[in-house]
């Protein structure tokens, strides 16, 4: 059977939506092949133009990774982090009748789990709710996100699963600031990507490959990634 790549990222733009609590990024043209010209670099003939962007965000827009230290002072930052954490076998979970601000359970996770025809042992485990396709790019994908429990949580890392990924800006629901979800990865070790789409074409692909490699930031907290799976 041939493989085939998923793409699991969200498209990074000036202003798109971000977490209620995080600025906006800015993307611009920094210089144009227009403005270029002025430099004449190049051979009578063949100009050589460029075009460069300037590109100023936080690291934790778009599809991202949280660094253990964005939750933990003491946790190591997301250039300290092994990159083996960001890659490996997956399997997404189908959690689609699971609504907005809803809760995630480990009741949720044991049924996901066996309609997946995949038994969690070490698994990136990809949660798909449909949210981004509900609600994206309206700024309600910014206030409108489940809530992973602790228990759910609890639940993934019994079984080994050292990383998750969600839609939607984070695993925490946006409607209250207690973020127990993040407090008990910090207690437990463990981390996630946020904001991860196109999961539905994952479902019913049973074990996956899955890759969430950040940039290299010095102390980085987080970082966006170019996240992808390869099916088959």
């Known amino acids: 059977m041939s493989k085939r790549i998923v793409d699991l990222s969200l498209l990074i733009e000036d202003n798109m939506p971000a977490h209620k609590l995080f600025q906006r990024p800015v993307i611009t043209t920094h210089m144009s092949h ?62 689609r009748h699971i609504g907005d601000l809803e809760d995630i359970t480990a009741e949720h996770m044991a049924e996901a789990e066996k309609k997946s025809g995949v038994k969690v042992d070490g698994h990136i485990v990809l949660l798909c709710t449909g949210f981004h396709k509900r609600n994206y790019p309206n700024l309600e994908s910014v206030f409108k996100n489940p809530q992973l429990t602790v228990e759910a949580t609890k639940w993934l890392h019994e079984r080994g699963s050292k990383m998750h990924g969600v839609e939607g800006p984070s695993t925490d629901r946006p409607s209250d600031n207690i973020f127990s979800q993040h407090r008990l990865c910090r207690d437990l070790g463990i981390s996630h990507w946020e904001w991860l789409v196109n999961l539905e074409e994952l479902l019913g692909a049973g074990e996956v490959q899955f890759f969430g490699v950040p940039l290299k930031f010095k102390g980085g907290s987080g970082s966006p990634v170019r996240a992808f799976a390869i099916v088959g």
């Open 34 to 95: 227009e403005s270029a010209k002025a430099f004449n670099l190049g051979v009578p003939g063949d100009a050589m133009t460029f075009q460069t962007n300037f590109i100023a965000m936080l690291d934790h827009v778009g599809t991202h990774v949280d660094a253990f230290r964005h939750v933990n002072p003491n946790g190591k930052a997301v250039d300290e982090m092994p990159l083996e954490l960001f890659m490996g076998k997956a399997v997404a979970f189908d959690l």
